[in-house]
């Protein structure tokens, strides 16, 4: 059973950073599959903020481009999401997915596997 976990989340003042991890416990899902990066606050949609495919091509929402920057280390089954200049519109739970690749999508309902996400809050 693929597991997705978070971790790096945490509550930091306006205009710092963090960065995010996602690590997998089944290495496959690292090197045959895209990867993503969503946010749910509450009440609202989860929504798709950055994705990244095997061969490192990347999408991101506008609100965060320029900021946020998502990598993968393929080796260390882990994914990244750099995230720079946050803003108090950034707070949610940050979840990691992953996908069977066929093109790059923010699509939420593609997404095949899911961790169970890490807190950001700005203040």
């Known amino acids: 059973d693929v597991q997705l976990v978070e971790s790096g989340g945490g509550s930091v003042p306006v205009g710092r950073s963090l960065r995010l991890s996602c690590v997998s416990s089944v290495g496959y899902v690292f090197s045959s599959h895209c990867m993503g990066w969503f946010l749910q606050a509450p009440g609202k949609e989860r929504e798709g903020v950055a994705t990244i495919a095997m061969d490192g091509s990347t999408s991101y929402i506008d609100s965060v481009k320029g900021r946020f920057t998502i990598s993968r280390d393929n080796a260390k089954n882990a994914l990244y999401l750099q995230m720079n200049a946050l803003k108090p519109e950034d707070s949610a739970m940050y979840l990691c997915?992953?996908?069977?690749?066929?093109?790059?999508?923010?699509?939420?309902?593609?997404?095949?596997?899911w961790g169970q996400g890490t807190q950001v809050t700005v203040s």
């Open positions: 997915a992953a996908r069977a690749c066929g093109g790059l999508t923010l699509f939420a309902g593609l997404y095949d596997y």
